[in-house]
Every structure is written in C-alpha cells, then in structure tokens.
C-alpha cells in the first residue's frame, strides 16, 4: 500500500531535549516535505527537499532541521525545542502530478 | 508573494442542506495549480482535487464540485446535499511554478471548519 509513515503518532517532551520525528514514504517519491498546523494559521512549510541531499527551507525553518540521504526517508530533527514549537506535524511526499500524500501527523508538545 | 484565503472560519448547516467553502487566491504566476485537501477529526489530510491554472473547467465528483474563475481569482469547493461525514476541515492551497516541478512551494490558507448538524 502506497503510503508516508510517520512515527511517533504522539510526543511530550521537556525543553531542550533534542527530538527526531522520522518520515519514510514507499511510493519513490522525490520530493518531500514538512509542515506544522496551528489553530488559526493553517498548515505551513517548515523544509522540502526535491531530491537526496537536496533540502530547502519553507516559511518557518527556524528551530528545525531536517536531512535527505536517501529517497524514502526525511526526518525532521528539533535540536533544542522550545515550547512554541508545540505543534501538529505532517510529513508529505509528492508524486510527478503534483498529488501530495500525507503521513497521519504527529502532535508534539513540549513542556 | 502567493497567498491563499479562506474567509470562512466555520460553518454549520443541517444535513442535506448545500455548502459552498471559498477559497481565494494571489500568485504572479501564469502557470500554478490549486487544490482542497479534507482533514476529518481522526486528523489526517485527505487530497481532494488539484485543478491546473490553465483548466478553468468546473468539476464534479459525486455530491462535490469545484468552480475555478481566475477573473475572481477563485477556487470553490460546493458540497450538495451535505451528510454528517462531510464534518471536516477543509483546507485550499497554491502551489506556484507548476511548470518547474520540484521547485514550486505550497500555500495552504487556514481552513474552514464545516460542521453538518444531523
């Protein structure tokens, strides 16, 4: 089944604990990306990348960082998260018609 | 700089009753594509439609249609004779530079959360 997974479904953590939120998708999709909701705001880019080790950042890259060494997977690392950074978090890839396929989300908060 | 708006923050209509989301645009691109994605309560995000800016034929799909009009720079997603499931919140987005695929960045406007009362 053509999917994005993402893990985990759930995170609480405290300031400052580096977290990774980790991303795979089985479809070869080149391009993914990250985006964070927010009550009122919508969904907004955080990072995309089109292709391995090609990353670039969206509206809101501050606080986050994310890599691509290979195809299927891109995670989104917080080094130092803070609690503004308490979001909800889909990962997505997108095939060549444009379609973007979302992973289930991962609501992360952090104390 | 594109932007997308969805000026409607809620509605609520009784089942069976029609629904029109609005969705406005802003982009300086010729060539972008727009699209309704569907995040029902368990949360996930669901792909509507994508509509081409150089398709501006109205779509139908079941009890769902879509009117596009770059003249109002406009993207309408109309819900006929609306059930309980229709319950979501709809999200309209942009992506610009279709035609350099890769490339383009998505915009997604606010939502609208639309609640079908039974």
């Known amino acids: 089944e053509a999917q994005v997974t993402q893990n985990p479904r759930y995170l609480i953590t405290v300031t400052g604990k580096k977290l990774t939120v980790t991303c795979s998708q089985n479809?070869?999709?080149?391009?993914m990306s990250w985006y964070r909701q927010d009550p009122g705001l919508g969904l907004r880019q955080i990072y995309y990348?089109?292709?391995?080790?090609?990353?670039d950042k969206g509206d809101v890259p501050e606080g986050y960082k994310v890599s691509r060494k290979e195809k299927r997977n891109f995670p989104l690392i917080l080094e130092s998260p803070s609690p503004n950074q308490t979001s909800l978090y889909f990962c997505?890839?997108?095939?060549?018609?444009?379609?973007?396929?979302f992973g289930s989300g991962t609501q992360l908060s952090v104390l | 700089a594109q932007k997308v708006t969805q000026a409607q923050t809620e509605i609520s209509v009784v089942e069976k009753e029609d629904v029109t989301l609005d969705c406005v645009y802003e982009?300086?691109?010729?060539?972008?594509?727009l699209f309704w994605y569907k995040q029902p309560p368990s949360g996930e995000l669901v792909f509507l439609i994508r509509r081409n800016s150089f398709d501006e034929q109205n779509e139908i799909s079941g009890r769902y249609s879509w009117n596009f009009q770059k003249s109002t720079s406009s993207f309408n997603f109309t819900i006929t004779a609306s059930q309980v499931v229709d319950s979501a919140v709809y999200f309209c987005a942009l992506s610009e530079d279709a035609s350099n695929f890769g490339n383009e960045k998505l915009t997604f406007g606010t939502g609208t959360r639309l609640t079908i009362i039974p």
């Open positions: 990348s089109m292709n391995v080790e090609v990353t």
């Open positions: 982009t300086r691109d010729t060539t972008y594509y």
């Open positions: 479809m070869n999709h080149e391009y």
């Open positions: 997505a890839s997108m095939s060549q018609n444009e379609k973007l396929f």
